[in-house]
């Protein structure tokens, strides 16, 4: 389950609840395409900004419309006890596995996160993935850390920030964790722009946001990679780098992605929760000819 | 309102709910010294760990705690959504005003953020304090966004992040920011260790967090500043200085009061939410060595 493409959907909504439908033909159309797994609730798909009823919810539609495809659930919270409680749900509604970030409003400690994982892991029958996201959590992992987290028997996965462009940097970093942690436990890569590197440098899997909304475009890069070509791998990756350059000029990749989707009907508008904003004017002009472009659908 | 000392308590909890009566009491002690304000649920009141039900909850206890002091509720959360509801509880509650800071998980614009102050403002009867903490919202406002945020007719005070020690230095950032705001929005100097060095250069007032657990201690400084004997005030800041120590070497304010709060019986052990923890073995103990040296009761 996590090594492949994980792919991460958004989960479109408005002000007064989530857009069920179209939630559910985006999982749809993951499960047609045969990604690795469906990473649901993820960052893409805004776990922060959602009740425990809505995430309850989305989780039941994604595993309803996943086929056979599993699914991964976000479980991050502020505090334990609402992780633990978000943990049932998942394992309840037959979720796959899960994924965790150390989600943190007060800075935490290396030891403060390591007892968090260690207490959701004695909650859990199902594996769990690291989700280290800096951007997000304002946690930064040191390897030592990653290292003993990964000792929980639970853990199967750890989901890292962007590796270096450089692909000797890049694999003297996956290289380093991977001395640190049990062969059972896999690396995915975070960062669309990356990911071919990051699977060149010796990372299982690709923890996808292009690939929740654009499965066959991801598929192609992962499918070349995991077939032992590099080369074509990052052929294609480089071949998307007017995409690339939206997430690097305007911010990341969550406004770009809600931006598409929503230019290419896939979701309705507005589909982020406020105050978050997707692109209008010049913006979202550009958005819709880098698609175009492209050829993306 | 806004101006004076506004002292935030901390919400002692345990993993279950919120300790009620401990809480009370907190807040008829901060009663007592007739402190100018309560700010409660702000970082040090751990609003971010709490649900909906229990914040309203604990309004509605500071309010019948409080007499005639005026009960600064915060109202920040992930989503719009959220805060216009925490609003409404609040003002249902009769808070005299809310802070609210612009809590964030993906990184916000600057124009989102104007937009979310709007929206919440347009909600409010009562005044709004203006939340900058990029220590726990990971947003940075720029000088020219306070102004814009500033002159929504809500908006009576901003909370700024700790100043300079340096008192020139620091003149000419409230004075920077003075000269871009209403006349009627007050300025008030979060960071305890500051706080004599904040209101010195300008402040209106302290929001503190020392304030909310020795409120007798922090007003003596908070009314020598006011009555124009900054000299004063300024020594008995600097007589607090091991207690400012363990802010430094500790990571921040929270770990430490609640550590003091738990010492000196005024909360019960644990009282922050998991994955938090206060101090243990030789830091707990050179907090209890501090507060026993200055006196602290």
Chains 1, 2 share one sequence.
């Not at 590796?163 to 890049?170: F, T």
Request: glycine letters at 8%; proline letters at 5%.
């Amino acid at each position: 389950m996590f090594t492949g493409l994980s792919a991460f959907p958004l989960t479109p909504m408005h002000e007064q609840g989530v857009r069920e439908n179209e939630f559910s033909r985006l999982v749809e159309r993951l499960a047609k395409a045969q990604v690795n797994s469906i990473g649901v609730l993820g960052s893409t798909g805004s776990y922060a900004y959602l009740n425990r009823e809505e995430r309850a919810r989305v989780t039941q539609l994604a595993i309803e419309s996943a086929g056979d495809v599993p699914v991964i659930i976000g479980i991050g919270a502020m505090r334990t006890r609402d992780v633990l409680a978000l943990a049932e749900d998942a394992q309840k509604a037959g979720a796959s596995g899960v994924l965790l970030a150390p989600v943190s409003y007060q800075t935490l400690t290396d030891d403060e996160v390591f007892s968090h994982y260690e207490t959701v892991c004695r909650s859990l029958s199902v594996p769990l993935c690291v989700y280290d996201n800096p951007g997000t959590t304002h946690f930064e992992f040191s390897d030592e850390l990653h290292g003993r987290i990964a000792q929980l028997p639970q853990v199967r996965s750890i989901k890292i920030p962007p590796v270096s462009m450089n692909l000797n940097a890049a694999r003297e970093r996956v290289d380093r964790l991977r001395a640190l942690i049990p062969e059972d436990v896999t690396l995915g890569i975070s960062g669309d722009v990356v990911a071919a590197t990051g699977l060149t440098a010796g990372c299982d899997s690709w923890y996808s946001v292009l690939g929740g909304l654009f499965p066959e475009t991801a598929l192609a890069i992962t499918r070349s990679a995991q077939a032992g070509d590099f080369k074509t791998a990052q052929r294609l990756s480089d071949q998307l780098e007017p995409f690339w350059a939206l997430y690097r000029e305007y911010g990341g990749s969550l406004r770009v992605i809600a931006t598409a989707a929503e230019i290419l009907g896939k979701v309705s508008m507005p589909c982020l929760p406020l105050p978050l904003n997707t692109f209008q004017g010049s913006r979202r002009a550009r958005v819709e000819q880098v698609i175009e472009e492209l050829e993306l659908r």
